[in-house]
């Protein structure tokens, strides 16, 4: 069969019948169905479109089915703790785990624990991560939702807790869900919360663009591509759609139903926990806890069809579908090795010498490395034997080598200084 452009893929916490279900966006058909467990809410992924992941509700470890295995669970990450929220970024390289107050970062290549971030002073409830990979955006029970740049939690020494580059404190309620627009570092993100609000923020410069008041806690949000819209499901089992390209709007809004772009879909009896706009922008997906996922048509505010479930909807969103997941004979490109569960793991059956591509050592494996300095006395060491032993051929090649070698003395007493003012500098800011 060909593969529709869009699929809807959902799960639920009964786990009667099977884990996650994908269905066809338009006809509502079911096309594939997972078994094995049950899946917590924010805790489903798609791994570089080869691989499903569902964190297992009220356990420590992460199901793995390849996409298109329908019926046959392949492995389990087995994880410190009770995972309360999953993603992988889009490029396929890493994946995130909150994990208590915790954020686990794994390169997927090699399962090496590459960063452990304890910003959060209460469980995280969701991570996610911008378009191009580049940032991710977290948020906990502690009211805060935190903006991090990969990169710099990447580089960061293992001796070193990594510092997110926005912390957002505007939410005085835990934070129920985030929803990252694209152009990556120069995305909007929006964050919802129990606190009845829900705020527009810029990464680029950290600052509010809007906050929206409801008269219910907001559970879940997203907006259509074009970001024309934004859709908030709440805890009354409305949605409510709140236009962003009105004239005259202010930054701390209240929700009017009766504003010009602002409207409500009823039909849901329960919590809406998920929400996802089509690539087109013309439907919306919503889950809930009245065990149904439903499809609207943005335009008319209709609901098309429903899809019943067999308990509370923990996870619901629409995706392309990826190209080898109505191809039972394809495989994985590559496969997924043990994770590891520490940062430095001296057994090698915890993933630390695992096959694949390690993009930087652990701390117990790097030894004693040279200073920046220790590496310029050594060159000035070799460029006096060049000069004096001849060691590199005629006088002429001698030269030419030596003032390569000043040149590259003098960058590596520049980078050293760099360093050194960094390290001042945060050093000596103030808390």
């Known amino acids: 069969m060909s593969a529709p452009m869009e699929v809807v893929v959902c799960t639920d916490s009964a786990s009667q019948q099977l884990n996650c279900a994908v269905y066809d966006l338009h006809s509502g058909t079911n096309l594939l169905s997972y078994r094995g467990g049950s899946t917590s809410a924010h805790c489903l992924a798609i791994l570089n479109g080869e691989y499903l992941l569902g964190a297992q509700l009220g356990k420590n470890f992460i199901n793995v089915w390849e996409i298109q295995r ?19 970024s889009p490029n396929g390289l890493y994946l995130l785990a909150g994990i208590v107050e915790s954020i686990y970062v794994w390169e997927v290549s090699s399962g090496k624990l590459l960063a452990l971030l304890s910003r959060h002073y209460q469980d995280v409830t969701c991570i996610r991560f911008t378009d191009d990979s580049s940032h991710f955006i977290s948020g906990g029970k502690d009211n805060l939702a935190l903006v991090w740049s990969l990169n710099s939690v990447l580089q960061t020494e293992p001796t070193r807790n990594p510092e997110p580059r926005h912390v957002w404190t505007r939410h005085s309620l835990p934070v129920t869900d985030i929803h990252c627009g694209l152009m990556g570092p120069q995305a909007r993100v929006a964050t919802a919360s129990l606190d009845q609000t829900v705020k527009l923020w810029e990464i680029s410069s950290g600052e509010l663009l809007l906050s929206v008041l409801f008269d219910v806690g907001i559970m879940s949000v997203t907006s259509d591509p074009c970001e024309h819209y934004l859709f908030c499901g709440g805890s009354d089992g409305n949605i409510f759609q709140v236009t962003l390209c009105s004239q005259g709007i202010q930054r701390d809004e209240t929700f009017q139903a009766d504003r010009e772009g602002n409207q409500v879909f009823k039909g849901h009896r329960n919590l809406v926990t998920c929400l996802s706009v089509s690539m087109d922008g013309s439907l919306l997906l919503s889950g809930s806890h009245d065990e149904t996922v439903n499809l609207w048509d943005i335009q ?64 117990n494996t790097q030894g004693m490395e040279d200073s920046y300095l220790d590496k310029a006395e050594e060159l000035l060491t070799l460029m006096s ?34 360093l050194y003012e960094f390290a001042a500098q945060i050093l000596t800011k103030p808390n």
């Open 70 to 88: 329908k019926d046959q669970l392949q492995q389990k990450i087995i994880c410190p703790g009770v995972v309360t929220c999953l993603t992988a």
């Open 300 to 363: 008319s505010k209709q609901c098309l069809q429903t899809m019943n479930h067999k308990g509370p909807v923990t996870n619901a969103f629409i995706m392309p579908a990826p190209a080898n997941m109505f191809y039972p004979d394809s495989r994985p490109s590559i496969s997924l090795p043990l994770f590891s569960r520490h940062l430095n793991p001296s057994d090698p059956g915890e993933g630390g010498l695992a096959e694949g591509v390690n993009l930087r050592l652990g701390l």
């Open 385 to 418: 034997a060049a000069t004096n032993k001849n060691v590199f051929g005629d006088g002429e090649h001698t030269r030419m080598r030596v003032a390569e070698l000043e040149d590259e003395v003098r960058t590596l007493k520049k980078v050293n200084k760099e």
